[in-house]
């Protein structure tokens, strides 16, 4: 849409008799008042302040009403339903006040188009050691990087490459759109060619995780405006980086969305988190649900460039409404990369263990947990939970050459039979790994690292496993320079019944779940020791401190990460292939776990006895840092390697 065109509100609500346009006098509200530092949530009963004038919408065919009236860039409003309160717009472009508040007109193309620049805040004089550590590490990596120029970067094929997890408000101190821009260009020279970003959803409060959405177009305020989110993703572009976004589609926040009182969009079935839309369960059917959920997947594409969407736990949909949402999708793909000249990728995560959804659901890839539970149980012990089946070490091997360790087994967690095999010929590209993620730490009591309880030739094997693997690898915020900043579960409800409610859900679900490997009875939370998610320290312990970066041990672990990334390009590029190269494969040979693949050999040597090491194309002893941080898992320390090599065939 042209900005000079104007804004027409429109809003679906079938079952309203009237509907009233309430358009905020500019000067008069919160939303002029330039003197606030930061986005707010207010509750509803104060939300919508200043003066206000109402215009009667008329009605259109399909239960739509239509303005008589456009609105410009800027401008906010909101509607009133049957002389009712005002509710936002369900289809909101960005709610700067907060999710309860007045919504505001923003056009793509209104958005500034220049590349941000780094925040005030974290200008200042740097440090002469650090400097002198950061000057030596460009010097040293400046050969080897790879380019930094965006000509010719292909954004259409994403997998294989590396994707970089995120989550914006915990990536720097000042959380936000124009802080991440500012790291790109050290993800880039990393070796990184896909940032994830995780939920951008406008949701209630001014912190979460992102996947309880209220808002399903508009950006979480907190983080920025949408022009700074759309600088962001051109500053990633410019620099050769694709972007993907995690978008939930499964379900709505019970907090903050205002859909059921425009109409029915809900079904009566429950997910894990909220009710389930409406959606249709034939193919060639359609309804407002639907038509909502595929509106915002492909304005994210469109309005923002994001080269990817990440769909949450697709698990959680119906199965016949989950094909219908899909085939929706995908159907409206073609023409937007037409539009566009490029095409998207959609990736899914769920946990049915079934390559057939690749085909079924058109998608280009599925996340695959049982790579991480594979090696995670492998290096430190643990087997309670979803770990039980994963103890036996051949665990990884079955994953390396099979994809799911449940392929058609069963599953003790579960307690029936899960997934489907593989087949052999599939591209284990369609897969994305990982030794880490938000899921995987987040989802710990404490929320901590494997670097914070894994010796760190252990965390080091993680990442070679990961990245030389034969599938889509993907790190988590940090895990570079290892970070043993947590990455904790918060959020931020306004009110204390739901913030009462999230704490306790959080300790039923480890009690449930976890409890039995710690020593204690199901049902029993007082070995856990859970962090409040409600406390905002849970937010703040859980932001990155970059300047561990720049420490001699975060100094080692980003060589090591670089030397890997870089390594995998050659090894992409076919370097290491001869022909008898095998198919990629793990196997035990004694002590040694040996993992092969395109002409690269990972050895892991559990045993006392050294391997050779004078052919090695890296060794962990040339990287190792000098001290091991305090508390280590005493058993994850027993079973630690000796030795880590990295071998070509």
């Given at each position: 849409?042209?900005?000079?065109?104007?804004?027409?509100?429109?809003?679906?609500?079938?079952?309203?008799?009237?509907?009233?346009?309430?358009?905020?006098?500019?000067?008069?509200?919160?939303?002029?008042?330039?003197?606030?530092?930061?986005?707010?949530?207010?509750?509803?009963?104060?939300?919508?302040?200043?003066?206000?004038?109402?215009?009667?919408?008329?009605?259109?065919?399909?239960?739509?009403?239509?303005?008589?009236?456009?609105?410009?860039?800027?401008?906010?409003?909101?509607?009133?339903?049957?002389?009712?309160?005002?509710?936002?717009?369900?289809?909101?472009?960005?709610?700067?006040?907060?999710?309860?508040?007045?919504?505001?007109?923003?056009?793509?193309?209104?958005?500034?188009?220049?590349?941000?620049?780094?925040?005030?805040?974290?200008?200042?004089?740097?440090?002469?050691?650090?400097?002198?550590?950061?000057?030596?590490?460009?010097?040293?990596?400046?050969?080897?990087?790879?380019?930094?120029?965006?000509?010719?970067?292909?954004?259409?094929?994403?997998?294989?490459?590396?994707?970089?997890?995120?989550?914006?408000?915990?990536?720097?101190?000042?959380?936000?759109?124009?802080?991440?821009?500012?790291?790109?260009?050290?993800?880039?020279?990393?070796?990184?060619?896909?940032?994830?970003?995780?939920?951008?959803?406008?949701?209630?409060?001014?912190?979460?995780?992102g996947y309880d959405s209220s808002d399903f177009f508009a950006p979480f305020a907190p983080y920025g405006t949408p022009p700074e989110l759309t600088d962001?993703?051109?500053?990633?572009?410019?620099?050769?980086?694709?972007?993907?976004?995690?978008?939930?589609?499964?379900?709505?926040?019970?907090?903050?969305?205002?859909?059921?009182?425009?109409?029915?969009?809900?079904?009566?079935?429950?997910?894990?988190?909220?009710?389930?839309?409406?959606?249709?369960?034939?193919?060639?059917?359609?309804?407002?649900?639907?038509?909502?959920?595929?509106?915002?997947?492909?304005?994210?594409?469109?309005?923002?460039?994001?080269?990817?969407?990440?769909?949450?736990?697709?698990?959680?949909?119906?199965?016949?409404?989950?094909?219908?949402?899909?085939?929706?999708?995908?159907?409206?793909?073609?023409?937007?990369?037409?539009?566009?000249?490029?095409?998207?990728?959609?990736?899914?995560?769920?946990?049915?263990?079934?390559?057939?959804?690749?085909?079924?659901?058109?998608?280009?890839?599925?996340?695959?947990?049982?790579?991480?539970?594979?090696?995670?149980?492998?290096?430190?012990?643990?087997?309670?939970?979803?770990?039980?089946?994963?103890?036996?070490?051949?665990?990884?091997?079955?994953?390396?050459?099979?994809?799911?360790?449940?392929?058609?087994?069963?599953?003790?967690?579960?307690?029936?039979?899960?997934?489907?095999?593989?087949?052999?010929?599939?591209?284990?590209?369609?897969?994305?790994?990982?030794?880490?993620?938000?899921?995987?730490?987040?989802?710990?009591?404490?929320?901590?690292?494997?670097?914070?309880?894994?010796?760190?030739?252990?965390?080091?094997?993680?990442?070679?496993?990961?990245?030389?693997?034969?599938?889509?690898?993907?790190?988590?915020?940090?895990?570079?320079?290892?970070?043993?900043?947590?990455?904790?579960?918060?959020?931020?409800?306004?009110?204390?019944?739901?913030?009462?409610?999230?704490?306790?859900?959080?300790?039923?679900?480890?009690?449930?779940?976890?409890?039995?490997?710690?020593?204690?009875?199901?049902?029993?939370?007082?070995?856990?020791?859970?962090?409040?998610?409600?406390?905002?320290?849970?937010?703040?312990?859980?932001?990155?401190?970059?300047?561990?970066?720049?420490?001699?041990?975060?100094?080692?672990?980003?060589?090591?990460?670089?030397?890997?990334?870089?390594?995998?390009?050659?090894?992409?590029?076919?370097?290491?292939?001869?022909?008898?190269?095998?198919?990629?494969?793990?196997?035990?040979?004694?002590?040694?776990?040996?993992?092969?693949?395109?002409?690269?050999?990972?050895?892991?040597?559990?045993?006392?006895?050294?391997?050779?090491?004078?052919?090695?194309?890296?060794?962990?002893?040339?990287?190792?840092?000098?001290?091991?941080?305090?508390?280590?898992?005493?058993e994850a320390t027993k079973q630690a390697p000796t030795q880590l090599l990295v071998l070509a065939l």
């Amino acid at each position: 849409m042209n900005p000079a065109s104007g804004f027409t509100p429109r809003v679906w609500a079938p079952e309203k008799t009237t509907v009233e346009l309430i358009i905020q006098v500019a000067g008069t509200g919160l939303g002029d008042q330039a003197e606030l530092a930061e986005p707010i949530n207010l509750p509803p009963s104060l939300a919508f302040s200043g003066e206000h004038r109402r215009v009667t919408m008329h009605p259109m065919a399909g239960g739509w009403w239509e303005s008589p009236e456009s609105l410009a860039p800027g401008d906010f409003y909101g509607f009133c339903l049957d002389g009712g309160p005002f509710h936002p717009d369900p289809r909101s472009r960005f709610q700067p006040e907060g999710v309860h508040s007045w919504s505001e007109v923003w056009i793509p193309d209104s958005a500034s188009r220049e590349v941000p620049k780094s925040p005030e805040s974290s200008k200042g004089p740097e440090n002469p050691e650090v400097k002198e550590a950061r000057e030596a590490r460009e010097a040293r990596e400046a050969p080897h990087r790879a380019t930094t120029t965006a000509p010719g970067s292909d954004f259409s094929e994403l997998l294989g490459k590396v994707f970089y997890e995120l989550h914006v408000g915990t990536f720097t101190p000042e959380g936000s759109f124009a802080a991440a821009a500012t790291k790109l260009a050290d993800l880039k020279a990393l070796g990184v060619e896909v940032v994830e970003l995780m939920p951008l959803a406008a949701f209630e409060g001014d912190r979460g995780w992102g996947y309880d959405s209220s808002d399903f177009f508009a950006p979480f305020a907190p983080y920025g405006t949408p022009p700074e989110l759309t600088d962001f993703v051109r500053a990633a572009h410019e620099l050769g980086l694709a972007v993907c976004l995690d978008l939930v589609l499964n379900h709505a926040s019970a907090r903050g969305c205002y859909l059921s009182a425009f109409g029915p969009y809900f079904s009566f079935d429950e997910t894990l988190w909220g009710d389930a839309f409406d959606i249709p369960k034939v193919s060639g059917e359609s309804n407002e649900a639907l038509a909502f959920l595929t509106d915002s997947a492909l304005w994210w594409l469109e309005a923002y460039g994001f080269d990817a969407l990440r769909l949450d736990a697709i698990h959680a949909i119906d199965a016949p409404r989950r094909k219908v949402l899909l085939d929706a999708i995908a159907a409206q793909l073609p023409a937007l990369e037409a539009r566009s000249g490029r095409r998207r990728t959609l990736i899914a995560e769920s946990d049915l263990n079934d390559a057939g959804l690749l085909e079924e659901l058109h998608l280009d890839g599925l996340w695959d947990d049982d790579f991480h539970h594979a090696l995670h149980c492998l290096f430190t012990g643990e087997s309670g939970g979803y770990y039980a089946d994963f103890a036996d070490r051949e665990a990884f091997t079955k994953v390396m050459a099979e994809v799911y360790f449940h392929n058609g087994t069963f599953s003790t967690f579960r307690g029936q039979i899960w997934g489907e095999p593989v087949s052999p010929r599939l591209p284990r590209e369609h897969f994305v790994v990982f030794s880490s993620n938000h899921d995987q730490v987040g989802n710990r009591a404490l929320g901590d690292r494997p670097v914070s309880y894994l010796p760190s030739i252990s965390v080091a094997a993680l990442a070679a496993l990961t990245l030389l693997s034969p599938f889509t690898p993907m790190l988590f915020m940090g895990e570079e320079f290892g970070a043993l900043t947590p990455f904790q579960f918060f959020a931020d409800p306004e009110g204390e019944s739901d913030a009462i409610a999230i704490r306790e859900g959080r300790a039923e679900e480890f009690s449930r779940m976890w409890t039995d490997s710690l020593g204690s009875k199901a049902g029993d939370t007082s070995v856990l020791n859970l962090p409040d998610p409600t406390d905002i320290e849970a937010f703040r312990a859980s932001k990155l401190d970059w300047s561990e970066a720049e420490t001699p041990r975060g100094e080692a672990f980003r060589r090591w990460y670089f030397d890997l990334l870089a390594l995998r390009r050659r090894q992409r590029a076919g370097e290491f292939l001869s022909t008898s190269a095998a198919l990629p494969s793990a196997r035990w040979e004694g002590e040694v776990l040996v993992m092969e693949n395109a002409g690269i050999s990972v050895l892991v040597n559990f045993g006392e006895i050294p391997l050779a090491a004078q052919d090695s194309l890296m060794d962990w002893q040339d990287y190792a840092p000098a001290s091991e941080p305090p508390n280590l898992s005493p058993e994850a320390t027993k079973q630690a390697p000796t030795q880590l090599l990295v071998l070509a065939l």
